[in-house]
């Protein structure tokens, strides 16, 4: 077997613990230096969204894992924000500020156009809406490009406006109430995601207690809102008396040791993949904390590059990105009812959704 990438064929095969994916395409082109991974996990609900995350992988089988995990979790993401798209995402394997160039670029691009459709990409960690619109100089299947281009732009703006709707939500279900005036919450990372969350809550009278490692970042909201309250680490914001920990930062947010130290009732942030490894759920449940599923109130973003295929109206997605107020109190429901954590709720009506509506374009439309 011929080896792709240096990887072998158990590297690619479903065998190697990952499978259901419908389609996985290598692609180089030694001129430029690109080598990329497009993964589709599943078409189910469309064609497959999903960025293109520019990073410099360890090794190709670190890449080739990654892009699997993650193009899965689009296809979770896409349908319980209840677009017609399938999941899918992309894998550029280099250091972006060294290697990204227009050449690479336009090469991903031309890749991207030879699917047909059945993927379309948009940003991620090491990827801008600038990138977007080079790739759409090859490529008709683009999303997150520039609103100067017609694109949608910096998807942190309906993130952050999605995770305060998860936020309101998890407040209804836990106080009665969906404000959180008086509320305090903190804040971990205060990046892209993370600033624009707290203008929000700012904005519906909430306190506000945040970190984040980079001075810059904390000085810019503390310039604009003098009131925040600051601490030094993660450690002492999830040790404070909050009422809502969001975690903004990096993945894994949520281990043994920040699940046991937690004083807060709710979690709910904009980061990817919260649970450091699985069973974290239940110990969340377990110690009566909510916790509203990452990949559910972080779908802003995706809503509103979705909403570009069909000419980028910022009123209609961020009508759409709204109706996670609507899903987070279902999940929540559905979890209270089936006695399973609010992330066992999330999964299984985003797999319900793949699989029934999947299932009716099945149905033979005559010539
Ligand atoms: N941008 C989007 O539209 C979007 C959409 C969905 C999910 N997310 C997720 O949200 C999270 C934040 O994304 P972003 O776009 O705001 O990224 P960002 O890089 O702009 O912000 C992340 C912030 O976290 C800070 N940080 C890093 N490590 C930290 C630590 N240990 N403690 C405290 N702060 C720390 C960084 O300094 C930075 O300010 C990521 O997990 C991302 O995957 C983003």
């Known amino acids: 077997m011929t080896d792709v990438f240096g990887l072998s064929h158990q590297d690619i095969s479903p065998s190697n613990g990952q499978t259901k994916h419908e389609q996985v395409v ?67 394997i280099g250091d972006p500020a060294a290697d ?27 990827t801008y809406s600038e990138d977007m619109d080079v790739v759409a100089r090859e490529c008709s299947f ?11 732009g910096d998807s942190s703006i309906l993130t952050a406006f999605g995770v305060f709707q998860g936020m309101r939500a998890a407040a209804e279900h836990t106080y009665g109430s969906p404000s959180l005036r008086g509320r305090r919450v903190g804040v971990e990372g205060v990046g892209k995601v993370g600033h624009r969350l707290v203008e929000h809550l700012l904005a519906d009278g ?46 894994g947010a949520l281990d043994d040791e920040t699940v046991a130290r937690l004083r807060a009732r709710i979690v709910c942030g904009g980061a990817n993949n919260q649970l450091a490894h699985p069973g974290v759920e239940k110990e969340l449940a377990g110690r009566g904390i909510l916790y509203a599923p990452d ?12 909403d570009e295929i069909g000419g980028f109206d910022m009123d209609r997605a961020k009508a759409k990105a709204t109706q996670i107020y609507d899903t987070t109190l279902k999940i929540f ?25 999947g299932r009716i374009r099945g149905i033979w439309l005559g010539h």
């Open 26 to 92: 290598f692609c180089s082109d030694e001129r430029s230096g690109l080598y990329a991974i497009i993964a589709i996990y599943n078409t189910a609900l469309g064609p497959a969204l999903g960025g293109t995350r520019f990073y410099p992988y360890e090794s190709e089988q670190a890449a080739l894992a990654d892009v699997l995990n993650l193009s899965r979790a689009m296809a979770y993401k896409n349908a319980l924000a209840g677009l017609d798209l399938g999941g899918g995402k992309a894998v550029i």
């Open 100 to 126: 990204k160039s227009e050449a690479l670029l336009r090469a991903y691009g031309r890749f991207v156009q030879s699917l047909g459709g059945r993927y379309y990409t948009a940003c991620d960690v090491g």
């Open 142 to 152: 683009v999303t997150g490009r520039t609103p100067e281009q017609g694109g949608a």
């Open 206 to 251: 909430a306190e506000v207690v945040l970190c984040d490692v980079s001075e810059q970042a904390v000085e810019r909201v503390r310039a604009r809102h003098p009131e925040v309250d600051v601490v030094t680490d993660k450690t002492e914001l999830t040790g404070a008396d909050l009422d809502v920990y969001a975690p903004c930062a990096l993945g």
């Open 295 to 306: 990949y559910l109130v972080n779908s802003g973003g995706v809503i509103q590059v979705a």
């Open 333 to 357: 429901a559905m979890a209270a009812e089936d006695g399973v954590p609010p992330a066992v709720a999330a999964d299984r009506l985003a797999e319900r959704r793949m699989s029934e509506v």
